[in-house]
T-cell receptor, first 109, second 114 residues
Framework: GQSLEQPSEVTAVEGAIVQINCTYQ??????LSWYQQHDGGAPTFLSY????GLEETGRFSSFLSRSDSYGYLLLQELQMKDSASYFC??????????FGGGTRLMVKP | DGGITQSPKYLFRKEGQNVTLSCEQN?????MYWYRQDPGQGLRLIYY???????QKGDIAEGYSVSREKKESFPLTVTSAQKNPTAFYLC?????????????FGEGSWLTVV
């Protein structure tokens, strides 16, 4: 089977940096994705890591270590609009995405 | 504009009734998916389809049925056999191959059993 673990909730202040970790167990691993979802809305794609290392896209970065079955999403210069749920998802053979339970990020002034 | 359209946005169903949620995409994607999301929870895969006229069960297929008669359409029927159907339902699609790692979601359908 497949499983993903991420913290259920994280709180940070505006302007700070926050890291959301994700550990996974799966077979046929291709890569790790991150999605953002605001309350009542649809998840939107943030990043995808197929290889080890750090991928940077503006204020957001994502890291993957395949040997450790571990990744993280790094959010810098936090803004109030970053308050949302963040999901890691494993992309594996069969063109499927399996999602973690999500991390609710609350950004405070 | 290209995208995924789900309808209806909100739906109320009486116990014992079947209901069908519509999902249409004009992204020319081969793969389509249905996920269920309960409040404060993650997304769980119900069914997915890689090509027309073919689909596979996901992790929680019991009480649901799908069809894929056209590339752009992947309707989900929530049957009376689904014991706890009240949830947020998300349809998604993706291209296959190298770009298949990105899934695009519709805006979702809220189903409430009354």
């Amino acid at each position: 089977g497949q499983s993903l673990e991420q913290p259920s909730e994280v709180t940070a202040v505006e302007g700070a940096i926050v890291q959301i970790n994700c550990t996974y167990q799966t077979s046929g691993f291709y890569g790790l994705s991150w999605y953002q979802q605001h309350d009542g809305g649809a998840p939107t794609f943030l990043s995808y890591n197929a290889l080890d290392g750090l991928e940077e896209t503006g204020r957001f970065s994502s890291f993957l270590s395949r040997s450790d079955s571990y990744g993280y999403l790094l959010l810098q210069e936090l803004q109030m609009k970053d308050s949302a749920s963040y999901f890691c998802a494993v992309y594996n053979a069969g063109n499927m995405l399996t999602f973690g339970g999500g991390t609710r990020l609350m950004v405070k002034p | 504009d290209g995208g995924i359209t789900q309808s209806p946005k909100y739906l109320f169903r009486k116990e014992g009734q079947n209901v069908t949620l519509s999902c249409e995409q004009n992204l020319n994607h081969d793969a389509m998916y249905w996920y269920r999301q309960d409040p404060g929870q993650g997304l769980r895969l119900i069914y997915y389809s890689q090509i027309v006229n073919d689909f596979q069960k996901g992790d929680i297929a019991e009480g649901y049925s799908v069809s894929r008669e056209k590339k752009e359409s992947f309707p989900l029927t929530v049957t009376s056999a689904q014991k706890n159907p009240t949830a947020f339902y998300l349809c998604a699609s993706s291209a296959t191959g190298a770009s298949g790692n990105t899934i695009y979601f519709g805006e979702g359908s809220w189903l409430t059993v009354v």
